[in-house]
């Protein structure tokens, strides 16, 4: 994934989708969902846009999907599927 740059719409690869993927499930090995920042690991110097793009594509594809856990503050959780 590229870094962030503002004038640019990114659009993730079939590679890139595939590499998320593998990220998810070699993080959560038992499927029960990771936020955002455990990705970070992954994506040290990209910016968040384009991580967002390539899971909100994961989960249109069905290969993931999201929840909302955690009160009072609620956090989004990425499955793998």
């Known amino acids: 994934m590229p870094e962030q740059n503002s004038d640019v719409v990114f659009t993730p690869s079939a590679e890139d989708k595939n590499l998320m993927h593998a990220h998810l499930q070699t993080l959560d090995p038992e499927g029960k969902g990771v936020t955002l920042d455990k990705l970070r690991t992954f ?15 994961l ?23």
């Open 43 to 57: 994506y040290p110097k990209t910016g968040w846009s384009p991580i967002l793009v390539t899971l909100r594509a």
């Open 59 to 81: 989960v249109s594809e069905g290969r993931a999907r999201t929840a909302m856990r955690g009160q009072p503050v609620a956090f989004e959780y990425f499955i793998w599927q």
